[in-house]
């Protein structure tokens, strides 16, 4: 793979996004507890921000392959930014909501950026591209959560301080598109036709394609394990083990270490090695096993081991199945097909925080990633159903 100049500027964009987010992530959960919201009512705080990406973020995308990916990713990253500022004031159930919303309507840039690496890369590299989005994904998640969490606690600002640093670095991301990303999508003269840009014609046409369809069901179920896990892990943390922020976030961070070593160094040789299918299978029983360790102890120091393995396998999956979609369709639909994996993304997040509230207002903390191991399963059991079909990845 040929290193581009482009692909370190796409890097620190994706880096400085997800440490927008990730600077939050540990503390979010426990901050809407403290105003008095139960798990459900954070596993809806949650689903807010993902019902509006679900509708916005496939629409955005097919945007940026008629007008650009530049304007698209400034819109998307202003959106963010306002929505960091309200999260910084909020002092209400309803505010932080209202923050989550602000987000979910427009700050889908990560999907557009997606799209432009698929833009400036060959068809053989993309995999090993949608990686180096992986490692800036897996840096955010090392240096945010460690900081948000440790700001929250100590800062007499209290849960303020990380949102507010978080829309400094959205307005970097800004910056950064504006004058340093060159554009690589031509504008088309031929009018938009609005009516088009809603996805339901385009869920209709991937999903009818078998190759397509089975991949982004796979994803979908990937996601679906992930996020339930992920997203109430703050929660889990502290009722299994009495987690408070900091910890949360230093967890959460090497979380991120461990995706930066698995996408950055050992992915791309992975997948010369092994090849994409038979590492996906790896992955799959990685994530698997260290849900299931995260089911049975009671220490909390064990949880690094349960951890280790559920991130090693989270961290060439994602890579592998959004990789194999991008490959089944043509150059000018690259930003269509990743919308709509971003939307599955979006509707993962809405069902994923949902189930994993239920599971932890009602179950012993242990049974939330075994809820998430289903989930998994289903993963597999699609892989060795089409196996006999070939599906390629």
């Not at 400085?16 to 403290?34: C, D, N, Q, T």
């Not at 202003?78 to 929505?83: G, L």
């Not at 369809?213 to 009722?239: E, G, V």
């Not at 230093?250 to 992915?267: D, H, M």
Request: hydrophobic share 50%.
């Amino acid at each position: 793979m040929k290193f581009k100049k482009e692909y370190l500027i796409i890097f620190l964009i994706q880096v400085s996004e997800v440490l927008g987010f990730s600077l939050i992530l540990p503390f979010l959960p426990l901050y809407a507890e403290s105003l008095g919201a139960t798990p459900m009512l954070i596993g809806f705080i949650l689903f807010s921000f993902s019902f509006f990406q679900f509708w916005t973020s496939p629409i955005m995308g097919k945007l940026s392959d008629h007008y650009g990916r530049k304007p698209l990713l400034i819109i998307s990253q202003f959106s963010t930014f306002i929505s960091f500022i309200v999260l910084g004031f909020a002092n209400t159930i309803g505010l932080i909501i209202l923050s989550r919303i602000i987000d979910g309507l427009l700050g889908s840039n990560f999907s557009i950026a997606q799209a432009y690496l698929s833009d400036i890369s060959s068809k053989k590299d993309r995999s090993k591209v949608f990686g180096l989005s992986g490692v800036a994904f897996g840096f955010g998640f090392l240096v945010g959560p460690a900081i948000g969490g440790y700001l929250a606690e100590i800062s007499s600002l209290g849960f303020g301080l990380p949102c507010f640093i978080s829309a400094g670095i959205s307005l970097l991301t800004i910056f950064l598109t504006a004058f340093f990303l060159k554009e690589t999508v031509k504008k088309k003269k031929k009018k938009m036709i609005f009516r088009n840009l809603f996805h339901f014609n385009n869920f209709k046409k991937y999903f009818s394609n078998k190759d397509v369809s089975s991949l982004l069901w796979q994803f979908f179920f990937y996601l679906i394990c992930h996020i339930t896990f992920t997203s109430q892990m703050a929660l889990f943390t502290n009722k299994q083990f009495g987690f408070k922020s900091k910890e949360v976030g230093f967890l959460l961070a090497y979380v991120g270490l461990n995706s930066i070593i698995q996408r950055g160094v050992v992915l791309p040789k992975l997948i010369d090695y092994f090849g994409e299918k038979k590492l996906l299978n790896l992955g799959i029983f990685s994530v698997i096993i260290g849900l299931i360790i995260s089911s049975i102890i009671n220490k909390g120091w064990m949880l690094v081991f349960a951890i280790t393995f559920f991130s090693t396998g989270a961290g060439v999956i994602r890579p592998l199945l959004v990789g194999g979609v991008s490959k089944k369709v043509s150059g000018k639909e690259q930003g269509a097909i990743l919308g709509i994996t971003n939307s599955l993304g979006s509707l993962a997040q809405m069902i994923g925080p949902l189930i994993g509230g239920f599971v932890l207002s009602y179950f012993a903390p242990g049974i939330l990633p075994l809820t998430s191991a289903f989930f998994m399963g289903l993963v597999l059991v699609m892989i060795i159903k089409n196996s006999k079909k070939s599906i390629n990845y």
